[in-house]
């Protein structure tokens, strides 16, 4: 008599499947409107199945083993939780390929790379998605291997989507989080005249780590010259840490 597999097959195809098979359609209904769908709308023509990200994540620990191009497919679904649990198989597999025991700088860098090429073409396109993979395959990636490349940063910065916009600010904190204010104050005096709603809060909230994490006194020195031109969103979210008086003082400048 066959043994079952203690695991299912790594693949797209089980993977999705497995994720589908959790769905709900209240939660569907609810996450379409949560993640801006309709038309003219950010997330436009998106398409949800109903699986919370607990429960995503609960899956994704199942298949640990799924190769790289497995994940690759995965991110060409048009369903967003599919894309969601190839993003985070990535990141575990990158973190795997990170320690010092199972260290594998090949795999890491096919990892990075092959993740770009699904940011550039459109792959990655929403904030929660962004949010989940930015800071370890680009930032961390970028950081422990002692580089920090201007150039790539640069470019997504300067790009005319907000996904590749936001994938360079949420790089930053990989840094950040390191004690290297450097890159998020290099990038968010570009970002001021951003339009997006999006990148505000995203540089907002990098800026605010910045002074909990590297030091508040460099915060400030950026607030002191910039706040007078910094977005109200922007400029919220990077005082939500100071006192109520230096908030009002800072909303004051602008």
């Given amino acids: 008599m066959a043994v079952a597999s203690e695991s299912p097959e790594p693949t797209a195809v089980a993977l999705a499947a497995a994720i589908d098979a959790e769905g709900d359609a209240d939660d569907a209904a609810f996450l379409q409107r949560f993640f801006k769908t309709g038309p003219g709308q950010y997330g436009e023509g998106d398409v949800f199945v109903g699986v919370r990200v607990p429960a995503t994540r609960a899956i994704v620990r199942r298949f640990d083993r799924m190769p790289l191009a497995e994940a690759s497919a995965l991110l060409d679904s048009p369903v967003h939780e599919h894309r969601l649990a190839a ?3 990535m990141v575990r597999r990158f973190r795997v390929a990170s320690a010092s025991r199972t260290h594998d700088e090949a795999a890491r860098e096919a990892l990075h790379l092959a993740y770009l090429d699904a940011v550039r073409r459109g792959r990655v396109n929403n904030w929660d998605l962004v949010d989940a993979s930015a800071d370890s395959l680009v930032g961390e990636f970028l950081r422990e291997s002692g580089r920090c490349d201007d150039a790539l940063l640069d470019e997504l ?5 907000l996904w590749e916009r936001r994938v360079a600010v949420l790089a930053t904190f990989a840094f950040t989080r390191a004690g290297d204010g450097a890159p998020i104050l290099r990038l968010a005096p570009r970002m001021l005249d951003d339009r997006e709603d999006l990148i505000h809060k995203a540089v907002g909230w990098m800026l605010r780590e910045l002074g909990k994490r590297v030091a508040r006194g460099v915060l400030i020195e950026f ?3 910039y706040a007078p031109r910094m977005p109200r969103t922007m400029l919220s979210y990077a005082t939500e840490h100071l006192t109520p008086e230096a908030r009002a003082a800072y909303r004051a400048m602008r």
Avoid: T
């Fill in 87 to 89: 993003l985070l198989v």
């Fill in 157 to 161: 910065a300067a790009s005319d989507s």
């Fill in 223 to 225: 607030l002191d010259e």
